[in-house]
Nanobody, 121 residues
Framework: VQLVESGGGLVQAGESLRVSCAAS????????LAWFRQPPGKERELVAR??????GPTYADFVEGRFTISADNAGVYLEMNNLRSEDTATYYC?????????????????WGQGTQVIVSP
């Protein structure tokens, strides 16, 4: 499975941005998709996850209703609204073939190269 992110960039606080992740290869074996982020000088953290079952998506507390994750057979997407300067980070998409409900870094098997999002105050 290969994951390629796109859509990052520089925006001002309060604006919106959509990042996309194109998935290719053996995507039929994937159970869960997610977005993580790594702010400068900090650890990588889960932003949102979604799986191909009846359960709804999961969001980190800091999202506070501003982001929406979605997925289809082609990839996973993250719509981000009302961006804040603290959302500045490199955003990574990830996929798990082992877990339907994966929230830990170690539960994800495939990673994209990351796309940078910079939010100016």
């Amino acid at each position: 499975v290969q994951l390629v992110e796109s859509g990052g960039g520089l925006v001002q606080a309060g604006e919106s941005l959509r990042v996309s992740c194109a998935a290719s290869g053996r995507t039929g074996e994937l159970n869960s998709l997610a977005w993580f982020r790594q702010p400068p000088g900090k650890e990588r953290e889960l932003v949102a996850r979604i799986s191909f079952d009846s359960r709804g998506p999961t969001y980190a507390d800091f999202v506070e209703g501003r982001f929406t994750i979605s997925a289809d057979n082609a990839g996973v997407y993250l719509e981000m609204n009302n961006l804040r300067s603290e959302d500045t980070a490199t955003y990574y998409c990830a996929a798990s073939s082992r877990f339907l409900y994966a929230v830990e870094f170690s539960q994800y098997d495939y990673w994209g190269q990351g796309t940078q999002v910079i939010v100016s105050p």
